[in-house]
């Protein structure tokens, strides 16, 4: 049983204009049972909030700048109310928190999802970076209750490979789709790797230094040349034909005599918008181990990422546990600089990495868990009882697919 503090309402800032008192009201969804209003004040001393028609909080709660915490009690469906005073200045951050138990079956992560514009010139650069191990075609060109399960509202039309440093194939693949006919939708991948989302997967080498020189022989573009991070990583970010990035991280280990040589997926990035909120997300989800991933620079650290000024991120590498291979998050807060960009909206056909698969012990069971804990479903369950899968959204919007086998038919 996994155990997290989840927020459900906010993180929200709101600001006060003279003059203009105002009231935000917004929905939330939460279980039956205590939770707790966070204020962080700075300078305000007499909002009023009010969550189901209920006050909860008045001017007697402010009394100095600060964090106030309110307990509270929620419903599955809840309001709120916050009005803010018309004063010159100040500024109030509110959020819901309310600690939650699940299990979710979690087992491994099976692949992260990049879709394509060109299966072939995909396949071909998966050869050049030297995985060996390939499942094409990988599914049938159209299925609706798949297609359902991704946000179509009927059938789709795709290629689909599965790619992997061994073979045969293995655990954790880049599931490679590319969209076709009416199914594709034309918008790029994220141009900055700071953008709120899933900006690429990174794999180890133990060769960087040559890796980097045998693929950019090959015509692969590279952000930069590697670079030295503050917390003495070795990387470099390099980009696929449509504009995706991978990040290649240097390892200790046996160089071969030839390149590439890339051993295996050391984690899948996603930037958050709230790092706190999305930790505890993840770790109802099953990620309890972790590692810190936060780093301020500038310079040469700074290129390799894309940017010319300085950057920073507060960050944390989450897995399902010491020992697991590939399934690894690597969850980042940008501070600086910030791109408040929503991620790819649904359905799951936009170019660039669009989401995660992680396989669960009963399909049907995690997705009854995850709906009685209030989580927003993009489509029903796709595929049959030997094999299904569903999408999830994190608190970004990020989509989360679930797949295994269904205990109860659909």
């Known amino acids: 049983m996994n155990e997290a503090n989840l927020t459900r309402f906010g993180p929200e800032i709101y600001e006060l204009v003279q003059g203009k008192p105002t009231t935000y009201s ?29 006050d909860v909080v008045g001017p007697q709660d402010f009394k ?20 803010v005073p018309g004063k010159p200045n100040g500024v109030l951050g509110v959020r819901v928190t309310q600690v939650t138990q699940a299990d979710l079956g ?5 692949y992260f999802g990049l879709n394509t514009t060109d299966m072939e010139r995909q396949r071909a650069l998966y050869d050049t970076l030297g995985f060996i191990g390939e499942i094409y075609p990988a599914g049938p060109e159209t299925s609706t209750t ?17 790619h992997s440093l061994e073979n045969p194939p293995t655990m954790p693949f880049v599931d490679t789709v590319q969209f076709r006919g009416d199914s594709y939708r034309k918008e790029p991948p994220y141009a900055n790797l700071n953008h709120i989302g899933m900006a690429y997967g990174t794999y180890s080498t133990t060769d960087l230094d040559g890796d980097f020189a ?15 991070a503050p917390n003495g990583e070795r990387f470099v970010f390099m980009k696929d034909q449509d504009g995706t990035f991978l990040k290649l991280v240097e390892t200790e280990g046996e160089a071969s005599t030839t390149s590439p040589n890339l051993v295996r997926l050391v984690n899948t990035n996603m930037n958050v918008s709230d790092l706190e909120r999305s930790r505890e997300f993840y770790r109802l989800l099953g990620f309890t181990e972790s590692a810190p991933g936060s780093q301020t620079g500038s310079g040469e650290f ?10 920073e991120f507060e960050g944390v590498d989450v897995s399902l546990g010491a020992d697991t291979d590939g399934a690894t998050l690597q969850l980042r807060q940008w501070k600086s600089p910030y791109d408040d960009a929503p991620p790819y909206p649904p359905p799951v056909n936009h170019l660039g990495i669009d989401r995660v698969n992680f396989y669960v012990k009963d399909l049907s069971a995690a997705v009854k868990t995850m709906n009685d804990l209030g ?36």
């Open 375 to 410: 989580f927003e479903q993009l489509g029903p369950i796709g595929g049959g009882p030997d094999i299904g899968i569903v999408f999830f959204f994190d608190p970004d919007g990020i989509k989360v697919q679930l797949a295994g086998p269904q205990s109860v038919p659909k």
């Open 302 to 311: 700074a290129a390799a990422h894309g940017f010319q000024g300085p950057i």
């Open 106 to 110: 979690l087992i491994c992560q099976g």
């Open 64 to 83: 100095g700048n600060g964090e106030v915490v309110i307990p509270l009690t929620l419903n599955q469906e809840n309001t709120i109310e916050v009005l």
């Open 214 to 228: 045998y693929l950019k022989s090959q015509g692969v573009e590279f952000v930069s040349a590697p670079a030295k």
């Open 146 to 162: 798949f297609a359902q399960s991704l946000g179509f509202p009927d059938d789709y039309l795709i290629h689909v490979s599965l």
């Open 26 to 54: 917004a929905t939330f969804r939460a279980i039956d049972g205590p939770a707790k209003l966070v204020l962080q004040n700075d300078g305000v001393d007499n909002a009023q909030i009010r969550v189901n028609g209920l």
